[in-house]
């Protein structure tokens, strides 16, 4: 923890605020990658800082952060970035990043890691199916992009303009099929003056009084008078 919060949270993928915090559930996920730390959750956390008498780092709600942060690596200003950056993006949102570029999610900036590996790493933790993109640095630079540097694994921008980064073909867009209407029963053609005679009818006619036309009724029942009035 001590290394993680303190030191190289770049080398998890993880970016501090100007406080030194991180979000909780963002360290779970990293840990949740490391051999041997599958396990932990936010109540190992909250034990660790009820038994240690002196632990080395402290929760604010939903934050995290270590006490001693003189070896934490600041946000600084990137003179000289690699010419090829990474960013992971939800598989849904990629035609739409395509589109109008990145922004930031769930961070004040977009994470461009310089390996795909980590790239890919951070990606997953928001969809299993993330779309890598490769970001060309010096498009950026000339479209007036500034680099951040946040430790040695991560670099940040406030915003990538589309254009300036590659990435697979845009999936296809599913056709929209038609409704056709259901053919219909062609009436049968009436000319003037005419009118048809419904066969059915004729052979099974229905006069007043027929069985079809009225409810058979249940005769009554005659009651038979007591003996004394016989």
């Given at each position: 923890m001590d290394y993680i919060l303190g030191r190289r949270p770049d080398e998890f993928g993880l970016v501090t605020d100007s406080d030194g915090f991180i979000k909780?559930?963002?360290?779970?996920?990293?840990?949740?990658?490391?051999?041997?730390?599958?396990?932990?959750?936010?109540?190992?956390?909250?034990?660790?800082?009820?038994?240690?008498?002196?632990?080395?780092?402290?929760?604010?709600?939903?934050?995290i952060r270590a006490k001693n942060r003189q070896y934490l690596p600041a946000h600084a200003y990137a003179a000289d970035p690699p010419k090829l950056l990474y960013h992971s993006v939800r598989q849904k949102a990629y035609p739409h990043v395509y589109a109008n570029g990145i922004n930031p999610a769930g961070y004040s900036r977009v994470i461009l890691p310089s390996n795909h590996s980590l790239a890919q790493r951070i990606g997953?933790?928001?969809d299993r199916s993330a779309v890598l993109l490769t970001v060309q640095v010096q498009h950026c630079l000339d479209k007036g992009v500034v680099f951040f540097k946040a430790g040695e694994a991560l670099f940040l921008a406030d915003f990538i303009p589309p254009g300036c980064f590659s990435g697979p073909p845009l999936p296809k867009?599913?056709?929209?099929?038609?409704?056709?209407?259901?053919?219909?029963?062609?009436?049968?053609?009436?000319?003037?003056?005419?009118?048809?005679?419904?066969?059915e009818?004729?052979?099974?006619?229905?006069?007043?009084?027929?069985?079809?036309?009225?409810?058979?009724?249940?005769?009554?029942?005659?009651?038979?008078?007591?003996?004394?009035?016989?």
């Open positions: 909780i559930k963002e360290l779970l996920k990293a840990l949740s990658e490391e051999e041997g730390l599958t396990y932990v959750r936010r109540g190992h956390l909250d034990e660790v800082l009820i038994t240690l008498p002196d632990p080395s780092f402290e929760i604010v709600a939903n934050a997953r933790r928001i867009e599913k056709p929209v099929v038609a409704k056709t209407d259901l053919p219909q029963k062609p009436e049968p053609n009436k000319t003037a003056g005419s009118f048809l005679i419904d066969l009818e004729k052979m099974n006619p229905k006069t007043p009084g027929s069985k079809q036309n009225r409810k058979l009724k249940k005769p009554k029942r005659r009651r038979e008078p007591p003996p004394w009035r016989r």
